[in-house]
């Protein structure tokens, strides 16, 4: 089921101030870009050093994983910011029901390509997004694969039918619109650490004390007030993640 915004409703801040670059370059029009792209059927891959590769619809995983909402920052590279209500399930419990090999160490998480829309976006980058994350890392229990957001099913240009959240890191690692999700042995391949590796790291942690080489991350600017809060280790998250790093 998709949104369907009633007349005169506003629309979150978030949802109109999206990053999702198979559609657009910009924040402010991916909201509109979206509308033609059809999100059902879908299919999700299971792949790589797994028991048992399947291929199955989002919409049946739903019923099998335990749904939950939470509050989390979301924190941009480009130092903007949020908190946005998700609602989803550990990647744990989703990683627990496919059963991956013990070789796994990493896993490879991949968007449509871009051609599948009906008139691709011209941007000549190593389609189709694709992101990573450490085994240990999805395992976390802050780690999630959203289906929701403020109590309503993802729109498209928030990465319907499902996307990756991990709070402590920047957002590029929050995959949308997943279509694979790949075991390996080996660090896979990202796509901005690809575009562009001396700018957008593997890890991506959130660091105040880390300035990306064209700005400082040492404060963040929150979308909606517009007020400059200073950025939080982890995204605020320390507690629950800094053993990950020791
Ligand atoms: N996923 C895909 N497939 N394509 C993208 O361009 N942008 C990333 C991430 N996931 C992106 C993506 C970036 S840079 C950010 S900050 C977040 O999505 C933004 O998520 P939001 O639009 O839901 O706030």
């Not at 049946?60 to 590279?77: A, K």
């Not at 871009?114 to 990573?132: I, L, Q, V």
Request: aromatic fraction near 14%; charged fraction near 25%; include cysteine.
């Amino acid at each position: 089921m998709l949104i369907r915004i009633p007349k005169g409703w506003e629309i979150p801040d978030a949802a109109r101030y999206n990053n999702f670059y198979e559609f657009s370059s910009d924040k402010d029009d991916v909201y509109l870009k979206v509308e033609k792209f059809s999100v059902r059927p879908w299919t999700i891959e299971i792949s790589g050093l797994v028991e048992k590769p399947i291929t199955f619809d989002p919409d049946d995983l739903l019923r099998l994983m335990p749904m939950e909402e939470r509050l989390y920052r979301h924190r941009c590279v480009e130092a903007w910011a949020m908190a946005v209500p998700w609602t989803g399930f550990p990647m744990k419990a989703f990683i627990d029901t496919v059963r991956p090999l013990s070789k796994a160490r990493f896993i490879r998480f991949t968007t449509f390509h871009p051609a599948r829309r009906s008139n691709p976006f011209t941007w000549n980058a190593p389609w189709p997004y694709t992101e990573g994350l450490t085994m240990e890392e999805a395992v976390n229990p802050l780690t999630m694969l959203v289906t929701g957001i403020y109590g309503h099913p993802l729109p498209k240009q928030h990465g319907a039918p499902l996307r990756l959240v991990v709070p402590w890191k920047y957002g590029y690692k929050s995959i949308k619109s997943i279509v694979r999700i790949e075991f390996t042995e080996q660090r896979p391949r990202t796509f901005w650490n690809t575009v562009i590796p001396e700018e957008y790291d593997f890890p991506a942690n959130v660091n105040p004390e880390v300035p990306h080489p064209r700005w400082s991350q040492a404060t963040e600017k929150m979308i909606g007030t517009g007020e400059r809060r200073p950025t939080l280790l982890y995204n605020g998250y320390e507690k629950y993640v800094a053993h990950l790093y020791a």
